[in-house]
Nanobody, 119 residues
Framework: QVQVAESGGGLVQAGGSLRLSCTAS????????TDWYRQPPGKQRERVAG???SGVTSVTGRFTVCRDKAKNAVNLEIDSLKPEDTGVYYC?????????????????WGQGTQVTVCS
């Protein structure tokens, strides 16, 4: 079974930068697309940025998504952090897995990593 896990969250000062990682694990799988979401306190989850499985880097404003092939990870770099960037950041990966000859789609979420930006 494919799993993803986020890491890299923490407490940071406004104006700083942070790198979050989404690491996929499992056997015989390929990722078609990875998206990063965040859920601010008391609000709904919202998409931040994403990238197709074939991509290397994608930039959306202050958010850069980049692939680390060696670690099978998709990183989210956030620049010029603001207090409103505070929330739990989640990774969502979609793709295909070969299980005993059967190709199955997966759409999975990680447990999230907390980011707190203080002013």
């Amino acid at each position: 079974q494919v799993q993803v896990a986020e890491s890299g969250g923490g407490l940071v000062q406004a104006g700083g930068s942070l790198r979050l990682s989404c690491t996929a694990s499992g056997s015989s799988f390929s990722v078609d697309h990875t998206d990063w979401y965040r859920q601010p306190p008391g609000k709904q989850r919202e998409r931040v940025a994403g990238m197709p499985g074939s991509g290397v880097t994608s930039v959306t404003g202050r958010f850069t998504v980049c692939r680390d092939k060696a670690k099978n990870a998709v990183n989210l770099e956030i620049d010029s952090l603001k207090p409103e960037d505070t929330g739990v950041y989640y990774c969502n990966s979609r793709g295909l897995q070969n299980i005993r000859g059967a190709v199955i789609q997966f759409d999975i979420w990680g447990q999230g990593t907390q980011v707190t930006v203080c002013s």
